[in-house]
């Protein structure tokens, strides 16, 4: 499956931006998927994940609360819905895509080349 991603940009403290990743190839509704960020200097982060139906989602606790997963199937998309965004939330976003019976949260088989979030103090 090949995932891209696109909405990443600059944003004010506080404000929102909202994430897509579009997958093709292979029967992508068939993986979970999710969402992964690397700051400089830092090692990749998992950010949250969501089950291949929609039914289920998981947070970090970095996010929780502020960013939202969502997926629709029919179009092939992943959304990530970011609010309340903080300058710590400043990264590369990777989105990922993880064969269902693997573990829970994704770890990731299939990566995008991610989009770069930047926010401002």
């Known amino acids: 499956v090949q995932l891209v991603e696109s909405g990443g940009g600059l944003v004010q403290t506080g404000g929102s931006l909202r994430l897509s990743c579009a997958a093709s190839?292979?029967?992508?509704?068939?993986?979970?998927m999710g969402w992964f960020r690397q700051a400089p200097g830092k090692e990749r982060e998992f950010v949250g994940c969501?089950?291949?139906?929609?039914?289920?989602?998981y947070y970090a606790d970095s996010v929780k609360g502020r960013f939202t997963i969502s997926r629709d199937n029919a179009k092939n998309t992943v959304s990530l819905q970011m609010n309340s965004l903080k300058p710590e939330d400043t990264a590369v976003y990777c989105c990922?895509?993880?064969?269902?019976?693997?573990?829970?949260?994704?770890?990731?088989?299939?990566w995008g080349q991610g989009t770069q979030v930047t926010v401002s103090s």
């Open positions: 190839g292979s029967t992508p509704s068939a993986y979970n």
């Open positions: 969501i089950s291949w139906s929609g039914g289920s989602t």
């Open positions: 990922a895509a993880a064969s269902r019976g693997g573990s829970w949260p994704i770890r990731g088989d299939y």
